[in-house]
């Protein structure tokens, strides 16, 4: 009798432990693995836009760029990024750490509260490691080494990208936690956009002009090549944003909406300035365009409406459009414009948001706030959030920057660029050509 009781108890536990466990909401699985790889599609999407804007010698080196991430990142991630990013605090809140996310070991049966399993989770999240540094490399393409590059990603994703994430989106992240709903940052506005961006300035800066620049027209070698990045960087955005709802209902909706609705604003937006300033609309501006409305909106893609979306995208692009102009008269060498489009954009963004926010989410705030919560109180969170990203993205860099340099080297030699990235890296040819200019 003993016995039987004992085994009663054992299986009334089991079952109250099984209960206890969040079943798979197969709904919302089936859309978050959808996004990732939406958001994994982006990455051979910049490959194409990047290689089509350089000269036809660095082709193929340069869409290497993007595609060399997919394979270091990833690495990382499943190593140490995650725990890196999700993990709880360690060394005052600088990033995160647990043992049981080194290689994803301890979420083999993880589903989480909202019904997805870990690991889906974990790889969606993985992506936007994946595509970050990739951004960088269009703000120095046709000028570095590519060893020195792969170490130079490496380091910065340990470094750079792990700890913002951590800040921003980790549970226990302070940037998380500044004010009552935290500093907003939807997919990636900070951490992704402006951390990558303002990188890339620095590297500009540091690593100086290519060859030739600015007296020598550096002309993109294939246009059509960019519009089909373009498209597919586009598509892939949905899964960018809406997949940061993290669900398959209202939010993953609201965000979809605002994405293209940013897209469709910017690129008419860059088009018509375009026409007023210089006298023809051109392709090129049409991609830069849907790219500095998408930037725009990532941060803010799930707290404001369509027209808030569509303003903050025509804003943002006219401040894009202004920082691609005023680049050659600055003197400095953002090849891609990778500052001029996402860092600027990114930044637009993440402050801008703040006058579009939608009432629903205001009222929660000031609930969450226990009192009065107004747009301006938002406002000095999201200043704080954007200059934090900035500070440290700058110093850290700076210093990945000079050890690379210094113990592997990165800046290409006058020869090397002379012979092109795809000859001098990789001894092949993208196109097959034997004089390549």
Same mark, same amino acid.
């Given at each position: 009798?003993?016995?039987?009781?004992?085994?009663?108890?054992?299986?009334?536990?089991?079952?109250?432990?099984?209960?206890?466990?969040?079943?798979?909401?197969?709904?919302? &699985?089936?859309?978050?693995?959808?996004?990732?790889?939406?958001?994994?599609?982006?990455?051979?999407?910049?490959?194409?836009?990047?290689?089509?804007?350089?000269?036809?010698?660095?082709?193929?080196?340069?869409? @290497?760029?993007?595609?060399?991430?997919?394979? $270091?990142?990833?690495?990382?991630?499943?190593?140490?990024?995650?725990? @890196?990013?999700?993990?709880?605090?360690?060394?005052?809140?600088?990033?995160?750490?647990?043992?049981?996310?080194?290689?994803?070991?301890?979420?083999?049966?993880?589903?989480?509260?909202?019904?997805?399993?870990?690991?889906?989770?974990?790889?969606?999240?993985?992506?936007?490691?994946?595509?970050?540094?990739?951004?960088?490399?269009?703000?120095?393409?046709?000028?570095?080494?590519?060893?020195?590059?792969?170490?130079?990603?490496?380091?910065?994703?340990? @470094?750079?990208?792990?700890?913002?994430?951590?800040?921003?989106?980790?549970?226990?992240?302070?940037?998380?936690?500044?004010?009552?709903?935290?500093?907003?940052?939807?997919?990636?506005?900070?951490?992704?956009?402006?951390?990558?961006?303002?990188?890339?300035?620095?590297?500009?800066?540091?690593?100086?002009?290519?060859?030739?620049?600015? *007296?020598?027209?550096? *002309?993109?070698?294939?246009?059509?090549?960019? @519009?089909?990045?373009?498209?597919?960087?586009?598509?892939?955005?949905?899964?960018?944003?809406?997949? =940061? =709802?993290?669900? =398959?209902?209202?939010?993953?909706?609201?965000?979809?909406?605002?994405?293209?609705?940013?897209?469709?604003?910017?690129?008419?937006?860059? $088009?018509?300035?375009?026409?007023?300033?210089?006298?023809?609309?051109?392709?090129?501006?049409?991609?830069?365009?849907?790219?500095?409305?998408?930037?725009?909106? &990532?941060?803010?893609?799930?707290?404001?409406?369509?027209?808030?979306?569509?303003?903050?995208?025509?804003?943002?692009?006219? /401040?894009?459009?202004?920082?691609?102009?005023?680049?050659?008269?600055?003197?400095?060498?953002?090849?891609?414009?990778?500052?001029?489009?996402?860092?600027?954009?990114?930044?637009?963004?993440?402050?801008?948001?703040?006058?579009?926010?939608?009432?629903?989410?205001?009222?929660?705030?000031?609930?969450?706030?226990?009192?009065?919560?107004?747009?301006?109180?938002? !406002?000095?969170?999201?200043?704080?959030?954007?200059?934090?990203?900035?500070?440290?993205? /700058?110093? $850290?860099?700076?210093?990945?920057?000079?050890?690379?340099?210094?113990?592997?080297?990165?800046?290409?030699?006058?020869?090397?660029?002379?012979?092109?990235?795809?000859? =001098?890296?990789?001894?092949?040819?993208?196109?097959?050509? !034997?004089?390549?200019?």
């Amino acid at each position: 009798m003993k016995k039987l009781a004992t085994l009663f108890g054992l299986l009334c536990v089991g079952i109250m432990s099984a209960s206890a466990q969040p079943e798979v909401d197969t709904g919302a &699985t089936a859309w978050m693995l959808t996004s990732t790889a939406l958001v994994l599609l982006m990455v051979p999407g910049l490959a194409m836009f990047y290689g089509g804007l350089v000269r036809s010698k660095n082709v193929l080196g340069t869409m @290497m760029h993007s595609f060399a991430a997919m394979g $270091i990142m990833s690495v990382l991630w499943v190593t140490v990024g995650y725990s @890196m990013c999700f993990g709880e605090n360690v060394l005052g809140g600088w990033f995160g750490w647990n043992s049981d996310f080194i290689f994803l070991k301890g979420i083999d049966n993880s589903i989480m509260a909202g019904g997805i399993p870990e690991y889906v989770f974990s790889m969606f999240q993985g992506k936007f490691a994946i595509i970050t540094p990739a951004l960088i490399a269009g703000a120095f393409a046709e000028r570095v080494k590519f060893r020195g590059y792969l170490v130079f990603i490496a380091l910065w994703g340990i @470094m750079v990208y792990n700890p913002l994430c951590h800040w921003v989106w980790a549970e226990d992240g302070f940037l998380f936690n500044m004010g009552p709903k935290g500093a907003i940052d939807f997919a990636g506005g900070t951490v992704v956009h402006i951390s990558a961006g303002v990188s890339g300035l620095v590297a500009a800066l540091y690593l100086g002009v290519r060859r030739g620049y600015p *007296k020598r027209q550096m *002309k993109p070698n294939n246009l059509v090549m960019v @519009m089909m990045g373009t498209g597919l960087l586009w598509v892939g955005w949905f899964g960018f944003n809406a997949g =940061s =709802s993290l669900s =398959s209902g209202l939010a993953t909706a609201q965000a979809l909406t605002a994405t293209q609705a940013a897209a469709a604003a910017g690129a008419l937006t860059w $088009i018509l300035i375009e026409g007023f300033h210089q006298g023809k609309m051109t392709a090129l501006g049409f991609a830069s365009g849907i790219l500095a409305g998408l930037v725009a909106v &990532t941060p803010a893609a799930g707290v404001v409406q369509p027209m808030g979306a569509m303003a903050l995208a025509a804003a943002a692009t006219m /401040v894009c459009y202004l920082m691609v102009i005023l680049k050659d008269k600055l003197g400095y060498d953002d090849s891609l414009d990778a500052f001029g489009i996402h860092g600027v954009g990114g930044i637009v963004g993440a402050i801008g948001l703040v006058f579009f926010i939608r009432d629903s989410w205001m009222a929660d705030a000031q609930a969450a706030a226990g009192g009065i919560w107004t747009m301006w109180d938002q !406002l000095g969170i999201q200043l704080a959030a954007v200059g934090i990203a900035i500070a440290y993205a /700058v110093v $850290i860099t700076i210093i990945l920057l000079y050890l690379v340099e210094k113990f592997v080297g990165l800046k290409s030699s006058d020869e090397e660029e002379m012979q092109g990235l795809d000859h =001098s890296y990789h001894g092949e040819r993208g196109y097959g050509m !034997l004089n390549p200019n």
